[in-house]
């Protein structure tokens, strides 16, 4: 460890005191989770108290299923009494990302987002770091701790996600961290997070996409009906995609008066965000990537082309409609 690392993990020790209760206030991802386990484990018996907040509404499932694997305490913003703390932290964030965080007189942000100009009597802002768990790796590998499995899959996964697996910006730090908590990790519930749990009622999805699927050339075409979430298409669509003589999953369902419709492509030649464009964009939202496309189609828009009550029509409609 550098002297730099010692000198910057001594100062962010000085912003607290013994009989210090902090919040560490975070907008929840996979990032900010990890990263607030970590400035917990770094206060451990050096504050009287460390509590986690995140102020936003957790409802990504592979958010919720990292918080149900690593039983991560973290309590709604607003069921925080603020007056039972005195130090307050963000990480992952900076104060003008949200209206939230500007309630509270920050002590101590740590974050590699781009610079907002904002202040704090601690600021360690690594704009060119891929992840803030990097960071807190440093942090904890210059004061000497040990991550246990949980906080090493924590930020492990972090470095993973933030990075898109080292396709997005990555340094050669994310890299080192990444390196160093291998050896601490839980590979196994690392992968569980990445999956993110599928909800019990999804499966009656799979049950109709696997009846009602149909196959034309390397296109597999299924449409789900009425969905409880667009989600079940994406999760399906990805699934579909595996088979080994399909090139295009095209899985469709409605949702809030709308017809969504998942596109996933593998192939170098033809382009998924393109298609959607081409073929749907005339009476919704639609485009995306080469690989991965998306269109959004309000119903009525539709209505005098195909029968929208009828599931098997409309399939044959996306059907036709996306035929090369
Ligand atoms: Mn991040």
Known sequence: MTIYATERLRRFFQSFKHDDHVLILINADPDALASALAVKRLLWRKVAGVTISHINVISRPDNLTMIRLLQIDSIYIEQID???????????????????????????????????????????????????????????????????????????????????????KTTIEDIQA????????????????????????????????FHNRRVQKEQLIAHLGSVINPDVCVLIADFF?????????????????????????????????????????????????????????PLEKIKDLVDIKDDKAIQRWIGQKVKS
């Open 82 to 168: 603020k007056q039972a703390f005195n130090r307050f932290v963000i990480v992952d964030s900076q104060p003008n990302h949200h209206e939230i965080f500007g309630r509270f007189q920050i002590d101590v942000i740590i974050d590699h987002h781009p610079e907002t100009g904002a202040s704090a009597p601690f600021i360690d802002i690594r704009t060119h770091y891929g992840a803030t768990a990097t960071i807190l790796t440093e942090y904890l590998r210059a004061a000497r701790i040990k991550p246990s499995i949980r906080l090493a899959t924590a930020l492990f996964h972090a470095i993973k996600n933030d990075t898109d697996d080292f396709i997005r």
């Open 241 to 297: 995609i595996r088979i080994d003589t399909i090139s295009w999953s095209i899985v469709s369902g409605i949702y809030d008066k709308k017809l969504i419709i998942i596109f996933r492509h593998t192939g170098f030649k033809k382009d998924a965000g393109k298609l959607a464009k081409r073929v749907f964009g005339q009476w919704g939202t639609a485009g995306g990537h080469k690989s991965i496309a998306r269109a959004e189609i």
């Open 178 to 209: 990444f390196q160093y908590l291998y050896r601490f990790a839980n590979r196994h519930l690392a992968q569980r997070m990445e999956q993110g749990d599928i909800r019990y009622d999804f499966l009656k999805y799979f049950d109709q996409a």
